[in-house]
């Protein structure tokens, strides 16, 4: 929880996407970004599916930005 709190803080200083990217995280699905928070990023993938993503798992991945159209808002 506290690597997921610390990789929060960098994301929101650091911002490398924001909310309506259109993004993939370690090679997955594209999915846009709905929404960014301390402990996790909420993401909807073209199928309407909605993935809670824990930060330090987007910290510690490769994310792919699109500059695609962001998917579903």
């Not at 909420?42 to 998917?71: C, F, Y």
């Amino acid at each position: 929880m506290l690597e997921d709190l610390t990789a929060g803080l960098a994301l929101l200083v650091e911002r490398p996407f924001s909310v309506g990217d259109c993004i993939s995280v370690g090679g997955g699905p594209s999915a846009s970004v709905l929404s960014v928070g301390v402990k996790s990023t909420v993401l909807r993938t073209s199928g309407g599916d909605v993935l809670v993503v824990g930060n330090k798992d987007l910290a510690s991945g490769r994310i792919d930005i699109s500059d695609q159209l962001a998917v579903m808002l």
